[in-house]
T-cell receptor
Framework: DAKTTQPNSMESNEEEPVHLPCNHS???????IHWYRQLPSQGPEYVIH???SNVNNRMASLAIAEDRKSSTLILHRATLRDAAVYYC?????????????FGKGTSLLVTP | SQTIHQWPATLVQPVGSPLSLECTVE??????LYWYRQAAGRGLQLLFY??????ISSEVPQNLSASRPQDRQFILSSKKLLLSDSGFYLC???????????????FGDGTRLSIL
């Protein structure tokens, strides 16, 4: 699978927007960009995914660069509950394995 | 809506004892099912996945086995636990759409297993 690069940690104030970046310069044309997050002592939680166009759901927005070599997960108003490790993962659309390859992710700290 | 249940939440077992962790999914049919392990301070490692009843694929050689006796039930077992089996065990499911593997996976709350 193509590799992703994320900052180790980020900090945000509560109720402010958060932009979590992810670089994936070796992404292939059929790779989907997935985001998951893991709260302390819990299983990972699916957040959002996309291919080329920006995506919005109730949890977040995903902004994908035109060349697809980077993407940004946007939390519009951070809450204390959003403090978690956020993982950016590339998933091929064809059958090339079922494992989700979680890297180290970005640890998001939200302060009141 | 779909839900996934794992139990127990925590488990302390002596070395050499057997293990059985159960996972069930509700609100969906014919899901793909997965068992992952997360060792302390490390990433998730896929142990097993299943695309149907009785169909189990192993990703890594190990001391564990998995079974899928019913469509929405996935069981992780061991006959004799090792110290290295300690970790956080997570069950997940995804929609099965042919060979496409880009469907999101939805995780349970996990079982924290400590081997003494």
């Amino acid at each position: 699978d193509a590799k992703t690069t994320q900052p180790n940690s980020m900090e945000s104030n509560e109720e402010e927007p958060v932009h979590l970046p992810c670089n994936h310069s070796t992404i292939s044309g059929t790779d989907y960009i997935h985001w998951y997050r893991q709260l302390p002592s819990q299983g990972p939680e699916y957040v959002i995914h996309g291919l080329t166009s920006n995506v919005n759901n109730r949890m977040a927005s995903l902004a994908i660069a035109e060349d697809r070599k980077s993407s940004t997960l946007i939390l519009h108003r951070a809450t204390l509950r959003d403090a978690a490790v956020y993982y950016c993962i590339l998933r091929p659309s064809s059958n090339s394995g079922y494992a989700l390859n979680f890297g180290k992710g970005t640890s998001l700290l939200v302060t009141p | 809506s779909q839900t996934i249940h794992q139990w127990p939440a925590t488990l302390v077992q002596p070395v050499g004892s057997p293990l059985s962790l159960e996972c069930t999914v509700e609100g969906t049919s014919n899901p793909n099912l997965y068992w992952y392990r997360q060792a302390a301070g490390r990433g998730l490692q896929l142990l097993f996945y299943s695309v149907g009843i009785g169909q189990i694929s192993s990703e890594v050689p190990q001391n564990l086995s998995a079974s899928r006796p019913q469509d929405r039930q996935f069981i992780l077992s061991s006959k004799k636990l090792l110290l290295s089996d300690s970790g956080f065990y997570l069950c997940a499911w995804s929609v099965r759409l042919g060979f496409y593997s880009n469907q999101p996976q939805h995780f349970g709350d996990g079982t924290r297993l400590s081997i003494l």
